[in-house]
C-alpha cells in the first residue's frame, strides 16, 4: 500500500512497475505485478501504468496474469539486436521475448506494447533496422533506443559511443516502420514514458 501512498503524496501522473527477474518465483514475479497495479488502480486518480516485465521464461500463465491486470502499456525490452544476445543477455532468448510481445496482442489488441533496445554494444545499424522490424511484426507499438553506458566495472564495455544524429536516424526508421511512438535519444531509457 505504501505505493498508493507515495504516487498521491508525489502526484505521479505516469508510473513504471519493475522488478529484477524473479525466476525464484514460480510465476516470475506476475502476480506481484499484478497487485500492484491493482492497487495502484485503486488510488481512484488518472494515472498511466507501464508494467516493464521480464520474459517469464515464456510462461503464459504469467503473462495472462499482467495483461488481465490492465496495465496501460506491458513493456518488455529486447535489449539489442539478435546476434548479441547471447553476449548480452545469457539466459534469454530473442525469439521468447518477440513471443512475450506477441502473445500480449492476441490476449487484448488494444493494450499497447512497448520495447526498447540499447545502441553502443557492438551491433551494426542494419541489425537494428532488423530488430525494429521485428518488433513490429510482433505488434510492438513503442521503442525507445538509447546509448549503452557500462553501470559497473563487472558490466559489458561499451563498443561505441554514437553521435546524436544516429539517434535521429533511428527515429525516422521507427516512424517508417510504423511505430505508434519511439524515443530515440543518447539519453533515452527504455522507462521513458510522457
Not at 508525489?10 to 497495479?37: E, P, Q, W
Not at 533506443?145 to 527515429?171: A, H, M, N
Amino acid at each position: 500500500m505504501k505505493i498508493k501512498e507515495a504516487v498521491k503524496k508525489l502526484d505521479i501522473k505516469n508510473i513504471v512497475i519493475t522488478s529484477v527477474t524473479r525466476d525464484d518465483l514460480s510465476d516470475g514475479g506476475a502476480g506481484y505485478f499484478a497487485d500492484c497495479i491493482d492497487i495502484l488502480r485503486s488510488a481512484g486518480r488518472d494515472l498511466k501504468i507501464e508494467a516493464l516485465v521480464p520474459d517469464f521464461i515464456g510462461n503464459k500463465r504469467s503473462i495472462e496474469k499482467v495483461v488481465a491486470a490492465k496495465p496501460d502499456i506491458f513493456s518488455h525490452n529486447l535489449e539489442t539486436v539478435p546476434r548479441l544476445y547471447n553476449k548480452v543477455r545469457s539466459g534469454a532468448d530473442y525469439g521468447r521475448s518477440l513471443d512475450v510481445l506477441r502473445y500480449v496482442k492476441e490476449l487484448d489488441s488494444e493494450v499497447v506494447t512497448k520495447s526498447g533496445i540499447m545502441a553502443g554494444l557492438g551491433e551494426f545499424r542494419e541489425e537494428i533496422r532488423e530488430t525494429m522490424r521485428d518488433l513490429r511484426e510482433a505488434g510492438c507499438d513503442i521503442i525507445t533506443i538509447g546509448q549503452y553506458l557500462k553501470p559497473g566495472v563487472d558490466c559489458l564495455d561499451v563498443e561505441e559511443f554514437l553521435e546524436p544524429g544516429e539517434f535521429d536516424k533511428f527515429s525516422e526508421w521507427a516512424k517508417e516502420e510504423g511505430f505508434k511512438k519511439y524515443y530515440c535519444g543518447p539519453l533515452v531509457r527504455s522507462s521513458y514514458t510522457e
